[in-house]
């Protein structure tokens, strides 16, 4: 088995690293790197929901650079209590620590949201209130 290999830093050159400060000279930055995520391409069942929308909401620029999100929405889409609050934590940030989408990107969400706030704005049935529980 192959151990691992670390490299030794000051707690300092961590903190500048976490802060998405450069480090030392010469050294690459690993800011903004991001692991393997699951679902980075787009499945059947969003092309076929996207193709549903009407075409002035379609997330397009969304499910180009962040498919793993549109494949989420469309996985919630018909739980309106659980696809609102998806939409709404991508939009808006509860914990006060992200950076946000790129512009075309905050727009897109943001005009889905609108549509589905008024696809559902009538949409209150106990299972839609009970679903927002869990």
């Known amino acids: 088995m192959k151990s691992f290999e670390f490299e030794k ?9 976490l802060e ?3 480090g030392k000279a010469g050294e ?3 800011t903004g790197h991001r692991t393997y995520q699951k679902n980075s391409v787009l499945l059947g069942t969003t092309l076929t929901w996207m193709a549903g929308l009407p075409e002035e909401v379609r997330p397009l620029v969304l499910a180009r650079r962040f498919p793993r999100i549109a494949n989420s929405i469309a996985d919630v889409w018909r739980r309106v209590a659980r696809c609102e609050d998806y939409l709404e934590s991508l939009v808006v940030d509860r914990r006060g620590d992200r950076t946000g989408f790129p ?9 889905l949201r609108g549509f589905y706030a008024e696809l559902h704005s009538d949409d209150r049935s106990a299972w839609n209130l009970a679903d927002r529980r869990n």
């Open 28 to 30: 690459p930055s690993w």
């Open 9 to 17: 830093v000051s707690i300092a050159d961590a903190g500048r690293e």
């Open 20 to 22: 998405g400060q450069p």
């Open 103 to 111: 512009p075309d990107v905050a727009q897109e969400l943001t005009k």
